[in-house]
């Protein structure tokens, strides 16, 4: 024998559909809201004293450098006017973000072993790459030096 299913349908108006979409979208947002309420601002507080922390380890570590680097010997410094042609006007050195600016005047100027060291390696790095480009032969790559333009290797 075959059951018979009943169909139980209910009937809401109009009014009532309204209602019941009004209070679950409520609810919804009630819930929402008061999940972010309770994760958002301890989230953020956390994040912003660790950050706070952070930031005063990188500046209490800062200062610490300076005073090393103010206490530390100096070092008596004559950059010649003639690597003006090279370096402008001053070279500027930085150690740990610590900067100066020495000129390139040819006076003598008292600066740290640090950056002594610093300046020694820019001097080089500009020695290395003029004596690198006397030792380039140009004939090689653009003919002979008689400039003659049917001469020229490619």
């Given at each position: 024998m075959a059951e018979k299913k009943t169909n139980n349908t209910i009937t809401l108006t109009e009014e009532q559909l309204q209602n019941i979409i009004k209070t679950s979208i409520?609810?919804?947002?009630?819930?929402?809201?008061?999940?972010?309420?309770?994760?958002?601002p301890q989230d953020v507080a956390e994040s912003r004293v660790t950050a706070t922390r952070m930031d005063q380890a990188r500046l209490r570590q800062s200062m610490?450098?300076?005073?090393?680097?103010?206490?530390?010997?100096?070092?008596?410094?004559?950059?010649?006017?003639?690597?003006?042609?090279?370096?402008?006007?001053?070279?500027?050195?930085?150690?740990?973000?610590?900067?100066?600016?020495?000129?390139?005047?040819?006076?003598?100027?008292h600066i740290t072993k640090a950056?002594?060291?610093?300046?020694?390696?820019?001097?080089?790095?500009?020695?290395?790459?003029?004596?690198?480009?006397?030792?380039?032969?140009s004939n090689a790559v653009f003919g002979n030096s008689r400039g003659d333009i049917g001469f020229v290797n490619l």
């Open positions: 409520e609810s919804m947002a009630q819930v929402t809201a008061n999940s972010i309420a309770k994760t958002q610490e450098f300076n005073q090393r680097l103010l206490k530390s010997e100096r070092i008596p410094v004559a950059l010649p006017v003639s690597l003006s042609e090279y370096f402008g006007d001053s070279v500027t050195v930085s150690v740990n973000g610590n900067t100066i600016k020495i000129p390139v005047d040819g006076n003598t100027y950056h002594n060291q610093q300046l020694q390696k820019k001097i080089m790095y500009n020695n290395k790459q003029l004596s690198r480009i006397r030792n380039t032969k």
